[in-house]
């Protein structure tokens, strides 16, 4: 089982609608959870990051976690072509020597369309 | 611009050759993180450092490459007698811990290394 698993895409949305985005990790010791957007070519970038069940709002953005399931979502609402990227889901495996380091899914592509 | 930089943005090499890569971080930040990132692929993690202190290394960092941060605050990534596998974005991050809370990791843009 893969460690923090995304579908890869592409997932194709329309203008204006919302998208959303799936993840799910395998660690339960997993503590901090972060969405990253990355263009082709670009490096990641930060856009969310969620640490208790539930969700959590940032403009156009929502994340969602529920630790007992193991799944962390994001949602993009009213979705614009400039949202077209890849988005990464990472987590913080605290492991014993709190390290912090980030695991990353493979990331799943978006195209919204105008 | 305070966000984290790193130099060369691309480099271009042919098996055999060293190269070294450069990081700056934001900086207040006290932790650094070197992370590879092949096509395809989400960012994995290499290694990281808590101010000069290179505190854990990745299974994927082998004797070829070598990392540093001697004063706390740059730091260098070392690649010795590069491989075609070599080819891949380096992707720097830093993070401020403080009072064992973790705040987020925010990524230079990377340095793309093409090894021919």
């Known amino acids: 089982q893969k460690e923090v698993e995304q579908n890869s895409g592409p997932l194709s949305v329309p203008e204006g609608a919302i998208a959303s985005l799936n993840c799910t990790y395998s660690?339960?010791?997993?503590?901090?959870f972060f969405w990253y957007r990355q263009y082709s070519g670009k490096s990641p970038e930060l856009i969310m990051f969620?640490?208790?069940?539930g969700d959590k709002e940032d403009g156009r953005f929502t994340a969602q976690l529920n630790k007992a399931s193991q799944y962390v979502s994001l949602l993009i609402r009213d979705s614009q072509p400039s949202d077209s990227a890849t988005y990464l889901c990472?987590?913080?495996?605290?492991?014993?020597?709190?390290?912090?380091?980030?695991?990353f899914g493979k990331g799943t592509l978006l195209t919204v369309n105008p | 611009d305070t966000g984290v930089s790193q130099n060369p943005r691309h480099k271009i090499t042919k098996r055999g050759q060293n190269v070294t890569f450069r990081c700056d971080p934001i900086?207040?930040?006290?932790?650094l993180y070197w992370y590879r990132q092949t096509l395809g692929q989400g960012p994995e993690f290499l290694t990281y450092f808590q101010n000069e202190a290179q505190l854990e290394k990745s299974r994927l960092l082998s004797d070829r490459f070598s990392a540093e941060r001697p004063k706390g605050s740059f730091s260098t990534l070392e690649i010795q007698r590069t491989e075609q596998g070599d080819s891949a974005m380096y992707l720097c991050?830093?993070?401020?811990?403080?009072?064992?809370?973790?705040?987020?990791?925010?990524f230079g843009p990377g340095t793309r290394l093409t090894v021919t």
């Open positions: 991050a830093s993070s401020l811990v403080r009072d064992t809370f973790f705040y987020e990791q925010y």
């Open positions: 660690d339960r010791g997993s503590q901090s």
């Open positions: 969620i640490y208790s069940n």
């Open positions: 990472a987590v913080n495996k605290n492991s014993g020597g709190s390290n912090y380091k980030l695991t």
């Open positions: 900086s207040e930040h006290n932790r």
